[in-house]
């Protein structure tokens, strides 16, 4: 009952096929030229503590020096210091 051909599937297989590899093709050629689009002279502004997901992101930096400054000795959040805030 079934009125498709074999040669007909057969060609519709083959046409999948190539659209599958031309699509992969296309997604490789496409991540082949990705390029930084933030200028190294932009990551700055980036890396202002402003940016932070903090809510209080200025208080947040003094309170985590404080916290360096004390626990530097003991190592607790891996930057160094000799736990007398001259780091």
């Not at 096929?17 to 200028?39: E, F, I, M, T």
């Not at 916290?67 to 001259?86: L, N, Q, S």
Request: negative net charge; charged residues 15%.
């Amino acid at each position: 009952m079934n009125s498709a051909s074999p040669a007909g599937m057969q060609r519709v297989r083959t046409c999948a096929r190539w659209l599958a590899l031309d699509a992969g093709a296309q997604a490789l050629s496409d991540c082949s030229s990705v390029q930084p689009w933030v200028k190294p002279y932009e990551r700055e502004h980036l890396a202002d503590p402003i940016m932070s997901f903090n809510p209080n992101p200025v208080p947040s930096v003094y309170l985590e020096h404080v916290y360096e400054a004390r626990e530097g000795a003991r190592g607790a959040t891996g930057i160094v210091g000799g736990g007398c805030g001259c780091n």
